[in-house]
């Protein structure tokens, strides 16, 4: 039986350019194609929708979340069951783009952006201080210790956790590698093989989730391409 290589994490080309940069403004306009490819909104708005039971106002941030045209991406789906979202967006680089922020008031989101890394975030967050998480194409930067400690922090901070990721396994590999077909720039190419290596299988995550009595904790491949994981409280 052929097994899956380990995880393997490196740094990323668009996390080190200024976020002006022509080649990263491209970059981030071939990630929205390829979330629309990978149906990562849909996925989100779903996992949300069946694990959130929706109050008069609901609380969510969003880890890494970049431009923040996936978030609005997913409150497009949701539009018809949530009418009340206070939305924060945590980013270590200031990508957010404000043209955006009246579509979100027009679904009935109230968003606020945190230009910061999300270990300072949660430091500065009181426990419980979200209904939901999520993060989309972000865990698979992190490793060991780091990664087990943002768990930490999010199952004390929320009582849903969803997050999508790069599924590591040989058809998003072989995938990667075809980029150029669909006009991707050199710095998603570049970055799409290491995403990749990084990302995850099996239930690696579920194994490094703290207090797993109290959760309910689903861990699966999603598409071709992606691994889902969603942690809800039990309580």
Do not use: Y
Not at 53 to 71: M, P, Q, S
Not at 168 to 188: A, F, K, M, Y
Not at 193 to 213: Q, V, Y
């Amino acid at each position: 039986m052929k097994t899956t290589p380990g995880r393997i994490v490196m740094p990323e080309l668009l996390d080190s350019l200024p976020p002006a940069d022509r080649h990263a403004l491209r970059s981030r306009l071939d990630l929205r194609r390829l979330n629309q490819w990978m149906n990562h909104s849909q996925l989100m708005a779903r996992a949300l929708s069946e694990n959130l039971n929706t109050r008069a106002t609901c609380r969510i941030a969003e880890l890494g979340a970049g431009d923040g045209h996936f978030l609005l991406s997913v409150a497009r789906r949701l539009k018809s069951q949530w009418q009340s979202v206070e939305a924060t967006l945590v980013d270590r680089q200031d990508t957010f783009d404000p043209a955006i922020r009246n579509d979100f008031n027009r679904l009935g989101w109230h968003v606020r952006v945190e230009t910061t890394t999300v270990s300072e975030w949660f430091r500065q967050s009181p426990a419980n201080s979200a209904d939901a998480i999520t993060s989309n194409l972000f865990l698979h930067h992190f490793q060991g210790q780091e990664l087990e400690e943002l768990l930490q922090l999010t199952a004390r901070s929320a009582r849903v956790f969803v997050a999508l990721e790069p599924r590591r396994s040989w058809l998003p590999r072989l995938c990667g590698h075809l980029l150029w077909v669909i006009r991707c720039n050199s710095v998603t190419r570049h970055d799409a093989g290491i995403s990749i290596r990084a990302g995850f299988s099996g239930r690696e995550l579920s194994a490094l989730w703290p207090d797993k009595e109290n959760w309910h904790l689903t861990e699966r491949a999603a598409g071709l391409f992606s691994h889902l994981f969603i942690a809800r409280r039990k309580d």
